[in-house]
């Protein structure tokens, strides 16, 4: 079992940056890689950024490519999310995802466990 808690969002202004954390309880942490996902209201939940379980493979959404990074920190138990240059269409909540796969997919389906979610709005 793993409990996932994310943190980090907030209100900021356009072409700032900000920086979640997802949480994770459990030793099987490093077992999982993890995705973030966001979700705009009356909109789909769509794909941010993965990473693998050891870290050593990433995969991005064009839309954030060059401007999000994700890392990890296996001791600590917890995934990052750093997000620069913001948009205002970068407005969502952001969840982050676990999956026993290797990379976790770009789509939403299979995730074993996800988060509560952080409000992240983006003010033009």
């Known amino acids: 079992q793993v409990q996932l808690v994310e943190s980090g969002g907030g209100l900021v202004q356009a072409g700032g940056s900000l920086r979640l954390s997802c949480a994770a309880s459990?030793?099987?942490?490093?077992?999982?890689?993890i995705s973030w996902f966001r979700q705009a209201p009356g909109l789909e939940r769509e794909f941010v950024a993965a990473i693998s379980r050891t870290g050593g493979s990433t995969n991005y959404a064009d839309s954030v490519k060059g401007r999000f990074t994700i890392s990890r920190d296996n001791a600590k138990n917890t995934v990052y999310l750093q997000m620069n240059s913001l948009k205002p269409e970068d407005t969502a909540v952001y969840y982050c995802?676990?999956?026993?796969?290797?990379?976790?997919?770009?789509?939403?389906?299979?995730?074993?466990?996800w988060g509560q979610g952080t409000q992240v709005t983006v003010a033009s």
């Open positions: 459990g030793r099987m942490f490093s077992m999982y890689s």
């Open positions: 995802a676990a999956s026993i796969r290797y990379l976790g997919s770009t789509n939403s389906v299979g995730y074993n466990y």
